[in-house]
């Protein structure tokens, strides 16, 4: 998914952070756009990066 998104958004700082719990949570701009936690369930294939395309679209 790191690699999907640095692909799209080169420039874009990507990180991972380690939790407990199986929580995976996804913030652009400091607002989350995905939670495992709050949704039950992980993100369906290609799903964070069209969410990330509806608050930051990629630049061209």
Request: proline share 7%; no cysteine; net charge positive.
């Amino acid at each position: 998914m790191a690699a999907e998104i640095r692909k799209t958004y080169p420039h874009a700082d990507v990180k991972l952070i380690q939790s407990s719990g199986g929580v995976f949570e996804v913030e652009v701009d400091g607002r989350r756009i995905f939670s495992k936690k709050t949704l039950g369930r992980h993100a369906e294939p290609g799903e964070v990066l069209r969410l990330m395309q509806q608050v930051a679209p990629p630049s061209r």
